[in-house]
């Protein structure tokens, strides 16, 4: 089946430094990918998606300058957190969907703590 | 935007009982997803189903998408059943999925 591999599974940063998050489609090419923040006891919040080749689309309220999004390939996506701040410490988790179907594969998830 | 609702949002079980799980969305949509995610965050898809019943072992689940609400029955629970169960809907636009609160299960053993 579809696998999608997300590195690290957790990170420890200083405030004020920059983390990158790679989110890796296995077997299968990935036109769409999503990002998602979860915080402890709650939901998956849709972040931004992105596409191959083009600019990722944010959702309201999540901020472009902060979280950087790249989709160079088919099968590669990562997200940087730059400048991060403690409030920034949270799981966030990404989502490939296989071009033509409403298959979707999520990542491990990556821990992000920010002291 | 769309709301979709879950309940109940915490359940507890003794093991092999058996439970209902419910999530309700506001709009109509293309289709509707049911996840488990486990303890170590991982979130498995249990069933794609957009309308109708369907069943995998010991889960099932049915959807009416003309009355907006979809259930996920789990039978003969097992403590490997605790987690997070979360429904999504795809919004017509982009396919985004869109997640309710979730139901967190815990089955006692």
């Known amino acids: 089946g579809a696998v999608v591999s997300q590195h690290p599974s957790w990170v420890i940063c200083k405030s004020g430094t920059s983390v990158k998050i790679e989110c890796r489609s296995l077997d ?3 036109t769409t990918m999503f990002w998602y923040r979860q915080f402890p006891k709650q939901s998956l919040m849709l ?6 080749g083009s600019k990722a689309t944010y959702e309201q309220g999540v901020e472009k300058d902060k979280f950087l999004i790249n ?4 099968t590669l996506s990562t997200l940087t957190v730059t400048s991060a701040h403690p409030e920034d410490s949270s799981f966030y988790i990404c989502s490939a ?8 594969t999520f990542g491990s998830g990556t821990r992000l703590t920010v002291v | ?3 979709v609702e879950q309940s109940p949002p915490d359940l507890i079980l003794q093991e092999g009982a058996n439970s209902t799980l419910r999530c309700n969305f506001s709009d109509s949509v293309n289709n509707l997803q049911w996840f488990h995610q486990n303890p170590w965050g991982q979130l498995i898809n249990l069933f794609y189903i957009p309308s109708g019943t369907k069943q995998n072992g010991r889960l099932s689940a049915t959807t009416v998408a003309t ?3 979809s259930l996920l029955y789990i039978s003969s629970s097992q403590t490997t059943d605790s987690g997070v169960y979360f429904c999504a809907v795809i919004y017509n636009q982009g396919g985004k999925l869109i997640f309710g609160q979730g139901t967190e299960l815990s089955v006692k053993p």
Do not use: D, K, P, V
């Open chain 1, 28 to 30: 299968f090419q990935a």
């Open chain 1, 47 to 52: 972040m931004a998606t992105s596409n191959e």
């Open chain 1, 71 to 74: 989709h160079a390939s088919l």
């Open chain 1, 97 to 104: 969907r296989e071009y033509g179907t409403y298959g979707y």
């Open chain 2, 1 to 3: 935007g769309i709301q």
């Open chain 2, 67 to 69: 009355e907006r609400y």
